[in-house]
């Protein structure tokens, strides 16, 4: 750690109140040592994960710690404070202030001695050496383990010794033996406080007399248990912020599963706690794998947040199919002109010479991608609720879906049908001789066989008339009916910027168009869909050159991506404008895409690609008067963007970019999916 920290990184008198401020003070040493490069935009980093947790611990520490583009290479800067700051740990203010600054791409090396440090800070000794430290070099010493009273060498050699006699001792002696717990902690950086989590569990475990190994998974990666290891052991201890991974090697034993904080604030009452569990015999582990979206680390998940995620899951998958499929689709329209769909098949008459054997060729491949569509979506849905065995009675129901023309609401209820199903059967106590063959015969079969009856007789005639019905009422908008419509797909596709709402206004987009022969009204709806989900990043960049001090230097420098993002219909490039300051930016960004909407919707725009931004300009029906709507759209946001952010007041001492409350807010918790 000799070049990660030095005496000029120390402050013993630490002056600051808050931790901004003590965030700031250190980061200064930083920027002096050459060690960071943009103190604003380090800060925002730094802010942004204190947002997803507070970084105070018990015991009088806090830890602020990132990863940043703005970092040159692994450092630390430490500070000791005499009144205390709080860090939001539970028993008070912190005095022992540690800032860890990681580049973007650290090397597993750098982190794994990052991590070491995390452990000492459990080691009392370590922070009462500290507290009484009288000099900076002294301070930079103990730290980097020159003169430190106590490594972590002894825990990992614990650990290794709990790992051996783990896998191991056996019961055949007759005697009696410890009780056994494997534990994997993890946190959203990766660098401290998981691996604090397990010196704190370990410690707690040598105290209790239990033999206990944790797994961290840190950014540096993780070294798996041994699976006899985790055989042996009589409960499981999860202490995560994000999601376990290989979660399924746990299924079966009792488990406790808590936060990260949990794990080093209370491991003692974790132990009790499993140790608790196994005397009931509960086994809160699922005997499987669990689903994607149980493995995704949100089983307190309500369900209506599930039912959202198992439809996002569709969707996700859906979406690629949706951009190949369409941009081959237009392209094929661009090649041969818009009469290629009535051509014979490539297979039987194909020329290379010919240009409209080309577009023939695209088109008919394009779509036979879009013929996945709504299979897709419906598969992915009932894997998201079922994980694999749902896939087959998904695809078929989508399938179906697709046939009798039930469309996106088809697909939708298919895969929610399938999911439900295969759930329902797999509840059934199955004689031992039949478990075997009931993932590869029986639940594909009878799944199937009940979803295909539901879709094909009972609900796939109704969805397929609704279906019909929000087609025909989207051919005969007109004039004042389909601007409003066109307003209501432009505030979606900028509430979220990416998200759930968003990918509804997209998903309903896409499957207007996901025919051959599409309507001229669900082509101009595609179009208003597509010009409004452009504006959220167009707008951002084009503030961040008319006001640039409204702005950090952080954000002024993903302005410049926001450009190449926004032109490619990539909402997300919105995201991080919103994420540091959203009662500004999204209020501003669906004021813009409703008036490009409805501009579009205005101008009967027209677009076949369900992808691409300007660089399908040329497939866009009336290109000139969609660029203006765009660009309307755009100044739009800038304008009111700039006129909100104007109104703020700087907090004492601060200019308008650097204001605190401004600089960085709590992140919008989401999974970016290209728009």
């Known amino acids: ?63 602020p710690h990132c990863r940043s583009e703005h970092v040159t290479e692994p450092t630390l800067a430490f500070g000791r404070s005499a009144a205390g700051i709080d860090f939001g740990a539970a028993d008070g203010p912190a005095d022992l202030i540690f800032l860890i600054a990681a580049p973007a791409g650290a090397d597993d090396a750098h982190l794994t001695i990052l991590s070491a440090l995390a452990r000492q800070l459990m080691n009392d000794e370590f922070t009462a050496a500290l507290r009484a430290v009288g000099d900076a070099e002294t301070a930079a010493a103990l730290i980097r383990g020159d003169e430190a009273p106590a490594t972590d060498d002894s825990a990992v050699a614990s650990a290794a010794a709990s790992a051996e006699a783990a896998a191991g001792t056996s019961d055949s002696d007759g005697g009696a033996r410890p ?97 608790g569990k196994a005397e009931r015999g509960e086994s809160s582990a699922p005997a499987t794998g669990g689903t994607p979206v149980e493995r995704a680390g949100e089983s307190g998940d309500s369900y209506g947040t599930k039912l959202r995620k198992w439809l996002m899951t569709g969707v996700s998958y859906m979406v690629p199919f949706v951009a190949a499929g369409g941009l081959l689709l237009a392209l094929g329209f661009a090649i041969g002109g818009w009469e290629i769909n009535k051509a014979p098949s490539v297979m039987e008459h194909f020329s290379w010479t010919q240009v409209d054997s080309w577009g023939a060729l695209l088109f008919q491949i394009g779509g036979v991608a879009f013929g996945f569509l709504i299979p897709v979506l419906a598969g992915y849905i009932a894997y998201g609720m079922a994980d694999r065995p749902g896939l087959v009675p998904g695809f ?8 009798i023309a039930a469309g996106f609401l088809g697909g939708l209820v298919a895969g929610l049908l399938a999911g439900g199903i295969v759930l329902a059967i797999q509840k059934i106590k199955i004689p031992p001789v039949l478990r075997g063959i009931m993932p590869v015969v029986v639940i594909p079969l009878i799944s199937s066989l009940i979803v295909g009856f539901l879709m094909f007789v009972v609900v796939g005639k109704p969805i397929a008339e609704a279906q019909k019905g929000m087609t ?15 307003i209501l797909l432009g505030l979606m596709m900028c509430f979220d910027l990416g998200g759930p709402v968003n990918k509804v206004a997209y998903a309903f987009a896409t499957a207007g168009i996901a025919v051959q022969d599409p309507s001229d009204a669900a082509m101009k709806v595609m179009a208003a869909v597509m010009a409004a989900g452009m504006v959220p990043p167009l707008g951002m960049a084009l503030a961040t050159v008319v006001r640039k001090k409204l702005f950090t230097p952080a954000e002024q420098e993903n302005g410049k991506a926001a450009w190449v993002l926004g032109a490619s219909f990539i909402s997300e490039g919105a995201i991080p404008f919103a994420a540091a300051d959203p009662l500004r930016v999204i209020p501003a960004s669906m004021a813009g895409g409703a008036v490009t909407g409805a501009l579009s919707m205005a101008f009967g725009a027209t677009l076949r690609a369900p992808h691409g931004g300007i660089f399908v300009v040329p497939l866009i029906g009336s290109p000139f008067l969609y660029l203006i709507a765009i660009a309307a759209g755009t100044c739009v946001t800038t304008a009111l963007v700039i006129v909100l952010k104007s109104m703020r007041k700087p907090a004492a001492g601060a200019t308008a970019a650097e204001s605190p409350e401004d600089t960085v807010a709590t992140p919008a918790k989401k999974e970016p999916v290209a728009a």
Request: with cysteine; proline share 4%.
């Open 1 to 63: 750690m000799s070049e990660m920290i030095t005496a000029d990184l120390v402050d013993l008198d630490l002056s600051a109140q808050t931790k901004d401020a003590a965030a700031r003070a250190l980061a200064e040493r930083m920027v002096a040592k050459g060690r960071v490069t943009d103190l604003d935009g380090f800060l925002a980093d730094v802010a942004a994960r204190e947002a997803q947790m507070p970084t105070g611990l018990d015991g009088g520490i806090g830890i």
């Open 396 to 403: 078929v129901g989508g399938m179906i879906a697709s046939n």
């Open 179 to 275: 009780f056994r717990i494997v534990a994997v902690t993890s946190c959203p950086t990766g660098i401290a406080h998981t691996y604090m989590a397990a010196e704190a569990l370990e410690n707690a475990g040598r105290e209790a007399g239990v033999e206990l190994v944790v797994e961290p998974q840190g950014s540096a990666g993780f070294t798996r248990l041994d699976p006899a290891v985790i055989a042996a052991a009589d409960g499981v201890i999860f202490a995560h912020d994000v999601p376990v991974r290989e979660k399924e090697r746990f299924a079966g034993k009792p488990t406790v599963d808590v936060g990260v904080k949990a794990g080093i604030n209370k491991p003692a009452q974790l132990i009790a706690d499993v140790r």
């Open 472 to 486: 025909d009422w989207l051919s005969g908008l007109s004039g004042t009916n389909a601007i409003f419509l066109g």
